[in-house]
C-alpha cells in the first residue's frame, strides 16, 4: 500500500513539474520579457553606465509604459548592474615634472592678441570610451586659437593643441601660457614645447581652479550649451558636435558677455580696424 502511495505520489510531482513546464506565460510575464529586452538594449548602448533612472527614461521613449520600481526589478533579477564611470584626472606617468609660478595670478585681461593663452582640457563620455579636449584660448578675445580630440591622454594630446595654436597664429615676441599643474603640462616632453617656441609658462596653485577660471568658463559652456543632455555613441560623433560648437557657433556667432556681447572673431576684427 505504502509503494503504491508513494508511485501515486511520484506520478503526481512528475505530472504537476510538466505542467508547470507547459503551461502559458502569465499577463504578467510578456510585458516584463518586452521590458527586459527593451532594458537590454538601453543598458548595452550605453555600455553598461546606465542605471535604472536612465534606462527608464529610455524604456519610457520607446512607449512602454512602466514604473521606475519595476526597472529596478527586472535589472536585479537580470544582473545588469552599471559599473561605475572612471573620472578622475589623469595620473601621471612617473616621469619627471616641472612646476612653474603662477605669473598669471588671476588677471585675465589681454591688452593685444597673442599676449595671454589659457589652457586646459575636458572629457566627453562616449559610448565608446572617454574623448579627450584640449583646448587653448587666448584671453585678449576669448577665441579658442588650438584644440585637439583624442582618445589617449598623454603629454602630445596638450602638446598638439598648443602646435594647433602656434601654427594658426604664428610666434608670439611675448606670450605667457597659463595651466593647471596636470601632468600632461608639467611634462618635459612639453616644457620643452614652451621653451621652443619662446612661450613662457604660468601654472594655476595647486588644488585651485580659480586660478585658471576663464578656462574653466569655456568648458561650462561647452557642456552647458551643446553636450549636457546628450550621449554619444561614437567619439566620430562627439567630434563633429565639438567641431561645430568651437568653430561655427564658438569662436564665429556666440556672443561673450566679457568682450561687449559680440563674437571672438568680430572682436578681433574690429580691434584690427582699431
Partial sequence: MA??????????LASGFHAWLNRPASTREVPDAKLVTAIETSFKASDRTYGARRV?????????????HRIERLMRLNALRARPRRRGKPKGDGERSVIADNILDRNFQADRPNQKWLADFTYIWTAEGWLYVPVV???????????????DR???????ALMMAVWRRGKADALLHHSDRGSQYTSEQFQRLLADNGITCSMSRAGNVWDNSAMESFFSSL??????????????????DVFDYI????????????????SPME?????MLA
Fill in 223 to 240: 557642456k552647458t550649451e551643446r553636450i549636457a543632455r546628450k550621449v554619444f555613441r561614437t567619439r566620430d560623433e562627439a567630434r563633429a
Fill in 154 to 160: 598623454d603629454a602630445s594630446l596638450v602638446m598638439d
Fill in 56 to 68: 527608464w527614461r529610455d524604456v519610457l521613449e520607446e512607449g512602454l509604459d512602466c514604473g521606475l
Fill in 137 to 151: 584660448l587666448d584671453l585678449f578675445s576669448r577665441r579658442a586659437v588650438g584644440w585637439l580630440m583624442k582618445a
Fill in 3 to 12: 509503494c503504491q502511495l508513494a508511485v501515486q505520489s511520484s506520478g503526481s
Fill in 267 to 271: 572682436f578681433e576684427a574690429r580691434a
Fill in 247 to 262: 568653430e561655427r557657433f564658438y569662436n564665429a556667432v556666440r556672443r561673450h558677455s566679457t568682450i561687449g556681447y559680440v
